[in-house]
């Protein structure tokens, strides 16, 4: 059974991710079905019979009772231009870090936003509807070399990177100890590794 993604970003790699532990290589069939409420109408329209989403498109699945198969929680990581300078790296990790803790003492006054992602013919959603236990967040913080080879280890395992490619090449961490110190002033000297 195919399983829709948006190929080389989160539901992809978690979708892989979720089902190796059950499932041999071979049986794992990814297909590139856009974004998220693309992939939800295809499965919707009977196009796909399996799809990795993410809120606020769990929610709706299960108000609509679909069946969650498996579930994970996805760890992103912020991308920035090379020509982002320090300070404007730091106040977005700021705002990233004020956020997060918003959003963990209390999401649901936050949760028009995923509300007004989901068109009113599809399903009608409240904050009540949502899972608390699905939404979690957590302050910015670096994207430290032993991080990294593990994920390079495993993308190059399922053929999603090359081999010539490395931590010095993909990440820019020359940021990452002044920002976190500019998000936590208060915090020790951080390590990249």
Do not use: C
């Not at 608390?132 to 999603?160: E, H, T, V």
Request: cysteine-free; overall charge negative; aromatic content about 10%.
């Amino acid at each position: 059974m195919p399983i829709g993604v948006n190929m080389h970003h989160g539901s992809h790699y978690v979708a892989i991710q979720s089902l190796e532990g059950f499932l041999e290589p071979h049986e794992i069939r990814i297909v590139n079905a856009g974004g998220p409420e693309k992939r939800f109408e295809d499965l919707r329209q009977g196009r796909i019979d399996a799809v990795a989403i993410m809120e606020p498109w769990v929610t709706v699945a299960e108000k609509l009772g679909y069946k969650i198969i498996v579930e994970a929680h996805y760890a992103g990581l912020e991308v920035a231009s090379p020509d982002l300078d320090q300070e404007t790296f730091a106040a977005i990790n700021r705002a990233i870090s004020k956020a997060a803790k918003k959003l963990t003492a209390n999401p649901y006054p936050y949760l028009h936003y995923l509300i007004e992602q989901v068109p009113p013919e599809v399903v009608t959603l409240t904050p009540a509807d949502f899972n608390r236990n699905r939404l979690r967040f957590i302050d910015p913080a670096p994207y430290s070399q032993r991080d990294f080879d593990r994920s390079y280890r495993w993308m190059i395992k399922w053929g999603l990177i090359g081999q010539d490619a490395g931590f010095q090449k993909l990440v820019d961490s020359r940021f990452d100890n002044q920002a976190i110190h500019l998000v936590h002033p208060d915090a020790s000297a951080l390590q990249a590794n």
